[in-house]
């Protein structure tokens, strides 16, 4: 018989949401943290902890009028995406009503821009960076690997114009499928596909189609806000989505996706999904697939994906995992799915790695990367330099 979720000690509740001891006695006797007592002392049920740290969170996070504005250093104007009454928007549109079209369609229209496909030459460069990583190497090691193969040709790279940085855009997009083991192909959603799974079904395409465009950009994340740190400080385009590439490859970030992704392939080998949960809440990140802060409830962009996935091989098997893993969330922690639990389960229902869910991630957001690239150089140089203060000895 499967063992219940370990609860946590006072001690270790106050360790993970980052206080005294007495401060978690206090949030008991205000009825905002319930305990079990025995003769070991008081314990405390580890996800709805975690349930309360996320709502700590979220609580910080809405003081602020605006619902997306998160806790800022500062404020960064931007006019790529928006999150209005729990709806991802990109330039005043659903991003959910875009997801029939095909990625590229919207990119060209998200950054004003005719597609230019790599050139064979820079692909090989980029393939051949790739080849030369150990076999054990990681989706993010490949994927950071590609983009040096791909600078490193380019003796073009340093002019900051609008049409540099679109060719450069443009060559990521439809190069890094291909210089990451895929077939060329008009339809990049196929093409980045073909890397892992060469004659998948079309609802796997229109899946990951899907999920490329409702990962485009997504407020000011901390990949982002790293590319237009360089950005700003004239960093070339390779180099800018480098930078969002390190802020990225994160637990709390885009690794993330792949974290989940082996949390729902435990649950779909038949784990149950108390223990999965136990394994996956070790590392002190929180439960990965569950909760954001820009939402009240479901992340739009999950919502939009998960009809999309009963059509694939492993859709209905993969759903099922799913939907226990909600249900024991959703009574113990009161959390919602975001992105990173959709697109574990694309990756299971069609087949594809775990960590086929970070590269599918990275593609898509290099869109936005990019726009805000091209936002950051129309700016100041330097405006993001930040002035220390000093509060040492």
């Given at each position: 018989m499967t063992a219940p979720l370990p609860r946590l000690t006072a001690a270790q509740t106050a360790a993970r949401l980052g206080v005294k001891p007495e401060t978690v006695y206090a949030y008991v006797s205000r009825g905002?943290?319930?305990?079990?007592?025995?003769?070991?002392?008081?314990?405390?049920?580890?996800?709805?902890?975690?349930?309360?740290?996320?709502?700590?969170?979220?609580?910080?996070?809405?003081?602020?009028?605006?619902?997306?504005?998160?806790?800022?250093?500062?404020?960064?104007?931007?006019?790529?995406?928006?999150?209005?009454?729990?709806?991802?928007?990109?330039?005043?549109?659903?991003?959910?009503?875009?997801?029939?079209?095909?990625?590229?369609?919207?990119?060209?229209?998200l950054w004003d821009a005719e597609r230019l496909d790599a050139p064979?030459?820079?692909?090989?460069?980029?393939?051949?960076?790739?080849?030369?990583?150990?076999?054990?190497?990681?989706?993010?090691?490949?994927?950071?690997?590609?983009l040096t193969g791909f600078a490193a040709d380019d003796p073009l790279r340093h002019d900051t114009s609008a049409a540099t940085l679109h060719r450069v855009g443009w060559t990521l997009l439809t190069g890094l499928p291909v210089a990451l083991g895929g077939d060329p192909h008009p339809d990049l959603a196929r093409s980045l596909v073909t890397a892992w799974a060469p004659g998948a079904p079309a609802p796997v395409i229109d899946a990951v189609n899907a999920a490329l465009v409702l990962l485009i950009d997504h407020d000011?994340?901390?990949?982002?806000?790293?590319?237009?740190?360089?950005?700003?400080?004239?960093?070339?385009?390779?180099?800018?989505?480098?930078?969002?590439?390190?802020?990225?490859?994160?637990?709390?970030?885009?690794?993330?996706?792949?974290?989940?992704?082996?949390?729902?392939?435990?649950?779909?080998?038949?784990?149950?999904?108390e223990r999965a949960l136990t394994e996956a809440l070790q590392d002190g990140n929180g439960i990965p697939g569950f909760g954001h802060p820009l939402y009240r409830d479901i992340d739009d962009r999950a919502d939009a994906l998960f009809p999309l996935l009963g059509a694939l091989p492993d859709g209905e098997g993969t759903m099922d995992a799913v939907a226990r893993l909600r249900a024991v969330v959703a009574d113990?922690?009161?959390?919602?799915?975001?992105?990173?639990?959709?697109?574990?389960?694309?990756?299971?229902?069609?087949?594809?790695?775990?960590?086929?869910?970070?590269?599918?991630?990275?593609?898509?957001?290099?869109?936005?990367w990019i726009a805000h690239i091209g936002a950051e150089y129309a700016e100041p140089a330097m405006r993001l330099r930040p002035r220390g203060e000093y509060v040492g000895p």
């Open positions: 905002m943290l319930r305990r079990e007592r025995d003769a070991h002392g008081s314990t405390f049920d580890a996800l709805e902890v975690e349930a309360f740290a996320s709502g700590r969170r979220r609580g910080a996070a809405r003081t602020p009028a605006h619902p997306t504005v998160g806790m800022p250093l500062g404020v960064v104007q931007t006019d790529v995406a928006d999150i209005e009454d729990d709806e991802l928007l990109y330039r005043g549109r659903r991003a959910r009503d875009l997801i029939d079209r095909p990625f590229a369609e919207v990119v060209a229209w064979d030459t820079a692909i090989g460069s980029a393939r051949a960076v790739v080849d030369a990583l150990p076999l054990h190497a990681g989706a993010m090691d490949r994927l950071r690997a590609a000011l994340a901390v990949s982002t806000f790293a590319a237009r740190v360089a950005a700003s400080a004239r960093a070339d385009a390779y180099a800018a989505v480098g930078a969002a590439l390190g802020a990225a490859d994160s637990p709390l970030h885009i690794s993330a996706a792949t974290r989940t992704a082996r949390l729902l392939t435990r649950v779909r080998r038949g784990m149950d999904p113990r922690a009161r959390l919602q799915p975001n992105i990173d639990l959709a697109l574990a389960a694309l990756v299971s229902g069609a087949r594809l790695p775990d960590d086929a869910a970070s590269t599918i991630f990275v593609l898509g957001r290099i869109a936005g």
